[in-house]
């Protein structure tokens, strides 16, 4: 697939995106977040916003968004309820007193935004889309530039440098599908994604994700049809190149397919065993 990569970026720094937005990326690198968690400053109609503070147990990295920001942030905008994007919310909700915006159902206990928005709403200049499949409250922003640039802020459900993760139960394969033909059917110029760098021409990545999971689900049908499995065994056949560190969240996306699969009547649990219906 024609995923981009970028260089470390320097730690702590505003790097410039586009007029109007910069990103500073949290120094949480790993085999499921790449550099780190970007977290966009943006310039909008309400003041500034933050997208995603990003994780909880790097201070350092509030302290370079509020040297960035100073004490008048308007909003904290939340695109997801997972730990590397929402664990810094208290600390900057802290220092800055802003109130914070998320989908309107929470997907993680203890946390509620202050502003909860439903699919379609408007938000400081942004209209915010539901996207779930990632995960359930998952949110991307779509911003129509004051120089004529149509961005989404699309967080972690399409992102330029990997495919996401989809684990239940937050993670749900069918809304994951539903999701990218949902940004198939928008115009945007350019993602700016939860990790790595602004994916320009993002339809085109899109198509090959939803290509990529309809041939995953056919090879697990295919698989299925020659005999029952786990979904351990499933993974190992399928995922023969995955990294070791992937092989877990490997199995979880194979869980979230089979799951599917079941609501469609198209295979059936049998125990720890998975055989076609
Ligand atoms: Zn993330």
Redesign the pocket.
Known sequence: MPFLTEPEPERGAVLPVMPGITRIVAANPGPM?YHG?NTYLIDTTEGLVVLDPGPEEHPEHVAAILRATGPNVALILVSHT?H??VGAVPALQDATGAPTVGFRLSGLEGFEADIKLADGDAVAGMTAIHTPGHASDHLCFALQTSHGTAALFSA?HVMSWSTSVVSPPGGDMADYFASLRVLLDRADDVYLP??GPPLPEPRTLVRELLTHRMAREQAIEAALSRGASGTYALMDALYSQVHPRLRRAAERNVLAHLLKLEAEGKVMRDGEQWRAA
């Open positions: 977040t968690t997972h590397d994007h972690d939860g990790h």
